[in-house]
């Protein structure tokens, strides 16, 4: 059986299955297929921080979500007795959602865009030129399957059989942490709103609600460490505050983690996302949020190559901005799991250092950006830079909740100026109707912010630097006597 596809993504999990929402909102029939022959169950992945929310707001499931999760509004570290309460703005704040949830609202979605997944279909083949990928897919029955697209995701997880099809390295090693996971149902005071860590001399352990009352805890335990039905209430007894008893447990497992980046992420038509690309540390709930990122700027782009508005060159940014994504949080991440393993004495000289930093408020100024995302920077690979930045406005490569994206169903860059810039944005969104949407913000320097389709600052400055961006903008551009007005 032979089958044509425009994008095909092997793997259903949550990356893949965002992969395909975002392509099919976007008007590309991207099809998916995958080897298992039911969706994962389970929690796994909880925490959806506000980058994800995003997503899942122009999907039109934020709503929902939210009637499943559990919203929390402060992270809250427990040291030597003092509790280190950090409020979070909304635009900080996690919201708390099983995996399984994810999973099912997603593939809802996929289904109301026109779209389903093959399962039971395991990929074992693979070939390209420049035209196309030719993928051989195996039936449970035996029978095999030839399908050729023009584009092809790989999201098949940290055994991906599509990356080591493509000949890719998955350069890195295990962390030489072992980890509890264990879920139940809490008795004893703890605060239900926030995400705690309560960081004892034994080490640390964290304690997270979930919906319908139950919790999740976790912590990394000394290697060798027996599982039973008790070995969480001890986590829970030695670094925790007394008086909490975890029962009812749904979940108990140990695990250990691996810190790899894939390399090269794009092999000519073939891409990789999720946990085929990068894997990491569990600590700070990373990694839902950096498939899902992979996602999204590879949607925009790949959908604006297909609808003739962009030149395929700009997939090549791909790689570069999602490998340093990947690097940057695989060190962010690999720095919390191994504060978690300290010596005593460097147990007391973390918790005077959190202390010190929560009373100078450095700790609630650096924490949150940290972990709901914020702070991921792109090299400069769309917009060279043309200067230094000035004071007050968000550099090239940065996301920042003050500037953020509306939503626009024509998935343009969005401009924003101020001062008396407004006259040059509103000629550059007449000229480049299809790339660029205006909005203008009275006062201030006369000055732009070029957001890009995924919320990244593509460009920003003074209004002399302007047309220098516009430039830069017109060179992504296909066929730019297609999309400019008054040329031919």
């Known amino acids: 059986m032979n089958q044509r596809v425009k994008v095909l993504i092997v793997g259903a999990g949550p990356v893949g299955l965002m992969a395909a929402c975002e392509l099919r909102r976007r008007g590309v029939p991207a099809d998916i297929v995958d080897a298992a022959p039911e969706p994962g169950a389970g929690s796994r992945a909880i925490l959806l921080w506000p980058p994800s929310l995003e997503s899942y707001r122009d999907l039109g499931i934020l709503e929902e979500a939210r009637k499943r999760g559990v919203a929390v509004d402060a992270l809250s570290y427990h040291v030597g007795g003092t509790t280190l309460r950090l409020p979070l703005a909304p635009t900080m704040a996690p919201l708390i959602l099983p995996q399984q949830d994810t999973t099912e609202l997603l593939q809802d979605e996929l289904r109301r865009l026109g779209g389903d997944v093959r399962r039971g279909l395991r990929v074992v083949g693979l070939t390209q030129d420049q035209n196309s990928v030719t993928v051989t897919a195996r039936e449970a029955d035996g029978r095999e399957v030839t399908m050729e697209t023009e584009w092809l995701i790989a999201a098949d997880g940290f055994r991906s059989t599509v990356r080591d099809l493509i000949g890719a390295d998955f350069t890195g090693a295990p962390l030489p942490i072992t980890f509890l996971l264990a879920e139940g149902r809490m008795e004893g005071d703890y605060d239900t709103r926030a995400v705690n860590y309560y960081l004892g001399r034994a080490g640390v352990v964290l304690v997270a609600p979930l919906p319908g009352g139950r919790v999740r805890i976790s912590g990394a335990v000394p290697e060798g460490t027996e599982l039973t039905g008790e070995t969480g209430q001890r986590l829970l007894d030695e670094r925790g505050p007394g008086g909490l008893r975890l ?94 393993v300290l010596s005593p004495v460097a147990h007391r000289i973390r918790d005077l250092a959190m202390t010190l930093m929560h009373r100078t408020g450095v700790l609630g100024r650096r924490m949150p950006p940290l972990l709901s995302g914020w702070l991921i920077t792109y090299p400069d690979t769309l917009f060279p830079a043309a200067g230094r930045t000035p004071p007050g406005l968000p550099r090239p490569g940065t996301r920042r909740p003050k500037w953020r994206l509306e939503p626009d169903a024509r998935d343009r860059f969005q401009l924003i100026t101020t001062g008396a810039a407004g006259s040059q944005g509103a000629a550059l969104a007449d000229r480049l109707p299809d790339l660029v949407v205006h909005r203008h913000r009275a006062g201030g320097a006369d000055a732009f912010v070029l957001l890009r389709p995924d919320g990244f600052v593509g460009a920003s400055g003074p209004a002399s630097v302007l047309p220098h961006a516009a430039a830069a903008l017109e060179r992504l551009a296909a066929g730019a006597s297609h999309h400019v007005k008054g040329q031919s």
Not at 268 to 274: I, M, N, T
Request: glycine letters at 10%.
């Open 247 to 340: 029962t009812d447990l749904t979940m108990n497992t140990l695990f250990t983690s691996h810190e790899r980046i894939a390399s090269p992420l794009r092999a000519g038509r073939c891409f990789l996302a999720g946990d085929a690309a990068h894997v990491h540390s569990v600590v700070g709930g990373q990694g839902l949020n950096l498939g899902f990122a992979d996602a999204r700027n590879l949607a925009w782009k790949l959908a604006g190559v297909l609808d003739g508005r962009y030149a395929p060159q700009i997939l090549d940014s791909y790689d570069v901005e999602r490998r340093a994504a990947a690097e940057q949080t695989v060190r962010a991440t690999g720095r919390m799991a191994r504060q978690a």
